[in-house]
């Protein structure tokens, strides 16, 4: 357990607990230094991402863990829930450690982060966070230990805003912050369509993502107009996607075609199709795929995801700290606290988390852009939609700055 705190102090003129004066400090590259002493105990190094430059990590200070944590009156205690060690302890650490750095960059005044890890048993820290008098949970990472957390939150009437994207463990108290493809495909037939694509297809993989995303294209291609003339599902390798290709052709004409797997099967299926007129689209999973513009076949795909300027400034304070650069699902974390510091502004010492404010319309600004929860509780986010070219990507519709 790893805790960080930063007791009541002056309002800061750059970045105060409003998420809006982030966006100057991101964007003019500054940092900001607290005034106040900060309180870090037994917190781990991140992991390395993978796919980028190897840093040595530096241990950041330790200091003993103390049993139990001392009474704060005047400090709202925050649970971040993550896996800080077994098989996924670099991204949950990752996190932590952003959620550190956003409490680090913005004062974080009245608020303590605690970090439990779910490694060891997400529904025993979930006991221990409620032990501990935390009021919110962020996290956990893993839907498993979302369904494990959610029932020991809900009987204590502690909201939790976990960082999945399996959206059947949204709920009743529970709020989903995790990139899911409805957001992703939605955005991206969207512009399709203004483009004049009228007849979609679509090859999904086989499981639950290859499900969440056909079903988000029948509603996205119904919403924007269109037609939808069939989906494929595909395993992986090159006999399953010549199949794919096969029953695609049996369709007739579709002017554009989603391939809602990784960059690279897209890649391998892209040369197969017959329609060499379709406009390719993707989801957001290409976003963490390098090399998408070696591929000719993907030249003038389209694919919709979060603006990363933000998040590569961040990256450079991470770095700077922790010794290692973040994995990509660390911002998460950092806007987790982001948003409870704009709604801690209104919270009462004493009083239960004002979780209505979650449902804000709109929305909350971050390091992704834009967000907010839809009545199922799941974030939507205003994303940008990149098109693949030789020498990368490029920017073909930037993101909303907000919604209507």
Same mark, same amino acid.
């Given at each position: 357990?790893?805790e960080?705190?930063?007791?009541?102090?002056?309002?800061?003129a750059?970045?105060?607990?409003?998420? &809006?004066?982030?966006?100057?400090? =991101?964007?003019t590259?500054?940092?900001?230094?607290?005034? &106040? #002493?900060?309180?870090?105990?037994?917190?781990?190094?991140?992991?390395?991402?993978?796919?980028?430059?190897?840093?040595?990590?530096?241990?950041?200070?330790?200091?003993?863990?103390?049993?139990?944590?001392?009474?704060?009156?005047?400090?709202?205690?925050?649970?971040?829930?993550v896996?800080?060690?077994?098989?996924?302890?670099?991204?949950?650490?990752?996190?932590?450690?952003?959620?550190?750095?956003?409490?680090?960059?913005?004062?974080?005044?009245?608020?303590?982060?605690t970090?439990?890890? !779910?490694?060891?048993?997400?529904?025993?820290?979930?006991?221990?966070? $409620?032990?501990?008098?935390?009021?919110?949970? %962020?996290?956990?990472?893993?839907?498993?230990?979302?369904?494990?957390?959610?029932?020991?939150?809900?009987?204590?009437?502690?909201?939790?805003?976990?960082?999945?994207?399996?959206?059947?463990?949204?709920?009743?108290?529970?709020?989903?912050?995790?990139?899911?493809?409805?957001?992703?495909?939605?955005?991206?037939?969207?512009?399709?369509? /203004?483009?004049?694509a009228? *007849?979609?297809?679509?090859?999904?993989?086989?499981?639950?993502?290859?499900?969440?995303?056909?079903?988000? %294209?029948?509603?996205?291609?119904?919403?924007?107009?269109? !037609?939808? @003339?069939g989906? @494929? #599902?595909?395993?992986?390798? /090159?006999?399953? $996607?010549?199949?794919?290709?096969?029953?695609?052709? /049996?369709?007739?004409?579709?002017?554009? %075609?989603?391939?809602?797997?990784?960059?690279?099967?897209?890649?391998?299926?892209?040369?197969?199709?017959? /329609?060499?007129?379709? *406009?390719?689209?993707?989801?957001?999973?290409?976003?963490? +795929? +390098?090399?998408?513009?070696?591929?000719?076949?993907?030249?003038?795909?389209?694919?919709?995801?979060?603006?990363?300027s933000?998040?590569?400034?961040?990256?450079?304070?991470?770095?700077?700290?922790?010794?290692?650069?973040?994995?990509?699902?660390?911002?998460?974390g950092?806007?987790?606290? %982001?948003?409870?510091?704009?709604? &801690?502004?209104?919270?009462? #010492?004493g009083r #239960?988390?004002?979780?209505?404010?979650?449902?804000?319309?709109?929305?909350?600004?971050? $390091?992704?852009?834009?967000?907010?929860?839809?009545?199922?509780?799941?974030?939507?986010?205003?994303?940008? @939609?990149?098109?693949?070219?030789?020498?990368? =990507?490029?920017?073909?519709?930037?993101?909303?700055?907000?919604?209507?």
């Amino acid at each position: 357990m790893a805790e960080l705190s930063q007791g009541p102090q002056a309002r800061r003129a750059l970045l105060g607990v409003g998420a &809006a004066a982030l966006f100057a400090l =991101t964007l003019t590259g500054c940092e900001l230094v607290p005034s &106040a #002493p900060v309180v870090v105990a037994a917190l781990p190094p991140a992991q390395t991402a993978e796919a980028q430059p190897p840093v040595q990590p530096q241990a950041p200070p330790t200091l003993p863990v103390q049993p139990t944590l001392p009474a704060d009156a005047s400090l709202h205690r925050i649970a971040v829930l993550v896996p800080t060690s077994g098989a996924n302890a670099g991204v949950g650490q990752s996190i932590a450690n952003a959620a550190n750095l956003a409490l680090l960059d913005t004062g974080g005044e009245r608020i303590r982060i605690t970090i439990y890890d !779910t490694a060891k048993g997400a529904a025993g820290a979930a006991a221990k966070a $409620l032990a501990d008098g935390n009021g919110l949970f %962020l996290g956990p990472l893993l839907a498993e230990d979302v369904r494990a957390v959610a029932p020991v939150a809900r009987r204590a009437g502690i909201p939790v805003v976990a960082f999945s994207n399996d959206t059947t463990v949204a709920a009743s108290g529970v709020y989903l912050m995790g990139f899911t493809p409805a957001n992703s495909v939605a955005r991206v037939v969207e512009l399709a369509r /203004s483009a004049g694509a009228r *007849r979609f297809a679509s090859v999904v993989p086989e499981g639950v993502y290859g499900r969440r995303a056909s079903e988000a %294209l029948v509603r996205a291609v119904a919403r924007a107009g269109g !037609t939808l @003339v069939g989906t @494929v #599902p595909a395993g992986h390798g /090159s006999v399953a $996607l010549r199949s794919a290709a096969t029953r695609l052709a /049996s369709f007739g004409d579709y002017d554009a %075609l989603l391939i809602a797997d990784g960059g690279r099967d897209a890649a391998a299926l892209a040369p197969m199709l017959r /329609s060499s007129d379709a *406009r390719i689209l993707g989801t957001e999973l290409w976003a963490a +795929e +390098e090399g998408l513009g070696a591929a000719p076949a993907l030249h003038g795909a389209w694919y919709a995801a979060p603006s990363d300027s933000m998040f590569n400034q961040m990256r450079n304070r991470y770095r700077a700290r922790y010794g290692a650069n973040p994995y990509r699902l660390a911002s998460l974390g950092y806007d987790a606290v %982001l948003m409870t510091l704009r709604i &801690a502004r209104d919270w009462q #010492p004493g009083r #239960p988390f004002p979780e209505g404010e979650l449902r804000s319309s709109r929305g909350f600004p971050g $390091l992704d852009g834009p967000f907010r929860f839809d009545d199922q509780g799941v974030a939507e986010r205003a994303l940008e @939609v990149r098109e693949v070219t030789a020498q990368g =990507t490029v920017i073909v519709s930037p993101a909303p700055r907000g919604f209507d």
